[in-house]
């Protein structure tokens, strides 16, 4: 596709749910990061891909906590037994190579998690 | 990790007018790049500016500069002719670990 595409745009759950948040990255990038942004704060790192492996998944929270990319082109954010803390909008980013050598990130829209 | 700083959490600026956004970050490594990006209400971030540390010279992109200094470790945002569309929040970014500044939002005032 033209960008990064995430779904659902809104989520919200109950309390001890589980979740799946998606993200489509744009054709042919191969790096991917999610981001976990609260109400009037930064983005928060939680995981990058290089293809198919997590090469840096230190910002995970805890282990409710999983991501996957299975082919190297979407992935997966799970969240088990979601609590209200979880609430947040969850960012998606790809880049044709890794940030860190140059690469370019480009964002998705998000998705608005609530969990009531 | 390395550790991105925006100490301004609100500014605000005429339109026409010119306004500069700070930003510090604390690093041991000599290559890398920073980042300013812009999240309006719609939540879509977009790359404002992008500048390599190993380049002397300071990145523009139309109305937008930065003011890089190195071994300051500052990455200043400049708008120039702010326009009511700049308002947004702003987030200075680091690439080595694409960690982000916790935002100033920019509001220009008609």
């Known amino acids: 596709g033209a960008g990064v595409s995430q779904t659902p745009s809104n989520k919200v759950t109950e309390k001890g749910k589980y979740v799946e948040l998606r993200c489509d990255p744009i054709?042919?990038?191969?790096?991917l990061y999610w981001y976990r942004q609260s109400l009037g704060q930064g983005p928060e790192f939680l995981i990058y891909?290089?293809?198919?492996?997590?090469?840096?998944d230190s910002g995970l929270p805890n282990d409710r906590f999983f991501a996957v990319r299975p082919e190297g082109s979407v992935s997966t954010l799970k969240i088990q037994r979601t609590e209200r803390g979880d609430s947040a909008v969850y960012l998606c980013?790809?880049?044709?190579?890794?940030?860190?050598?140059?690469?370019?990130?480009?964002f998705g829209q998000g998705t608005r998690l609530t969990v009531v | 990790a390395q550790t991105v700083t925006q100490s301004q959490p609100e500014m605000s600026v005429q339109e026409a007018e010119t306004v500069t956004l700070s930003c510090t970050y604390d690093?041991?490594?000599?290559?890398?790049?920073l980042f300013w990006y812009k999240q309006p209400p719609s939540r879509q971030m977009i790359l404002v500016i992008r500048?390599?540390?190993?380049?002397?010279q300071n990145a523009t992109e139309n109305r937008f500069s930065v003011n890089f200094q190195k071994a300051a470790k500052s990455f200043s945002l400049k708008i120039s002719d702010s326009q009511l569309g700049d308002t947004a929040m702003y987030f200075c970014?680091?690439?080595?670990?694409?960690?982000f500044g916790a935002g100033t939002r920019l509001t220009v005032k008609p």
């Open positions: 500048q390599e540390a190993y380049k002397q």
């Open positions: 690093t041991s490594e000599n290559n890398y790049y």
């Open positions: 891909f290089q293809g198919t492996g997590a090469a840096d």
């Open positions: 980013a790809s880049s044709l190579t890794r940030v860190r050598a140059g690469g370019i990130a480009f």
């Open positions: 970014a680091f690439s080595n670990d694409m960690r």
């Open positions: 054709s042919g990038h191969t790096a």
